[in-house]
């Protein structure tokens, strides 16, 4: 067992996980703050330098785990580590988010597609050299594309 | 206080942390595996079909935490969460890698910087839509670029 311990609580307008943005597309120029506890403050030092940022924060409302889910966007069962879905064995949630700016504690971003209230674990600095790969693979998920691809028109549109 | 528990292992060729590759230019193509625990299985279905996963593990060896470090690469003391260091307040390590192939709950993966025998936390899809940004600014580790493409020169040519 490891114990991991809050280090900040990330506000945002959404307040039930109903309604939530399905995916960052859905979530683009959403504003939300993070609020990072005193006693890390001094950690944050040098960040304001990056436009980018990796949130690690628990999915607090999600109460045990499945190992298969039904995702959003698809109608099959998915085993979970092929999926996004909150419900895992350690249910750690991750999303990069655009960071505008930061005033003493509070980091102020946007592009989140996170609950209000969420328990930040962790913040990493966004580096494409480490992060992001060209020429990828995204299995069953390529087969949603189109639903999600009418997801975005209805968010664009409405 | 949060609970986690390891869902698996990683082993890679990779015995201490001196030696280590300081970022995944230097990680290229070193293989490694990723053993998932019998009892997790079942929720590696459907993965087979991403090209890369995100593991996020434990920094396993890693005691206490800075909120200041001098990160590889820099010679001044920079906010933790402005870096990749793993003596952070969560010691939570997040590396992007290449999935070539499963074998019942072993996973061969590629492009590995990841120290042998780290307890697995977790595995994502890595998804371009969800995960990769254009138009980044990486703060401090701009003025490192130098230093990082001569450390991969390096590479490229032993």
Redesign the interface.
Known sequence: ???????GIIHSPFTKAEGMPI???GAHGVKGTVEVLEE?R???????????I?L?Y?FHRSEGFS??VVPFLDNQS???????APK???P?G?S?V?LDRIEDRVLHVQDVDILDGT?L?????????????D????????QAKGR?AMHKSDERFK
Chains 1, 2 share one sequence.
């Open positions: 067992m490891i114990d991991m311990t809050p280090i995916q960052p597309a890390f001094i950690g944050l030092k040098d960040l304001d330098g990056f436009s980018h990796i690690l628990l190992l298969e998915r085993g979970v580590f092929a999926t996004r895992r064995p350690n750690i991750l990069v655009r328990p674990l962790d913040i990493k600095p966004y580096v494409p050299e480490f992060d992001s790969r020429e990828v693979r995204t299995g069953w998920l390529e999600v």
